[in-house]
């Protein structure tokens, strides 16, 4: 069951990667970051921004504004830290957006 939620992440992370290349949204803060840069010293401000930037998707959702209400703070958190494993040369803002698209909003 993990494979195939893994395999269905990078199916659909690849083409969304791949669209939004030419014109990447302007994200700030620890949005900024590597998930390489990921650290126990960072994962205060790490999850803050995480949090922050989740909410903002969902105020923003028109279809679904409660993506993710059914997990806890640290399951968020920690679907995040599961992308950035899988992807750790990509942003923070790239791995919360794919937590959020595909596993959060999917119930996975």
Known sequence: MLARAILFSVAIYLPCRAMAQ??????????????????PTTEVAYSQWILG???GLNLLD???????????????VDKV??????????????????AWFVNLSTGH
Not at 22 to 39: E, I, N, R
Not at 62 to 76: C, F, L, T, Y
Not at 81 to 98: G, H, N
Request: with cysteine; hydrophobic share 35%.
């Open 22 to 39: 030419p014109d990447p949204a302007t994200v700030f803060g620890q949005g900024l970051l590597s998930c390489s840069k990921w650290t």
């Open 53 to 55: 930037y989740l909410s």
């Open 62 to 76: 028109k279809k679904d504004h409660h993506v993710g209400r059914d997990k806890s703070e640290r399951e968020i």
């Open 81 to 98: 830290r599961e992308m950035c494993a899988f992807y750790p040369d990509d942003t923070l803002a790239a791995a919360a957006f794919l």
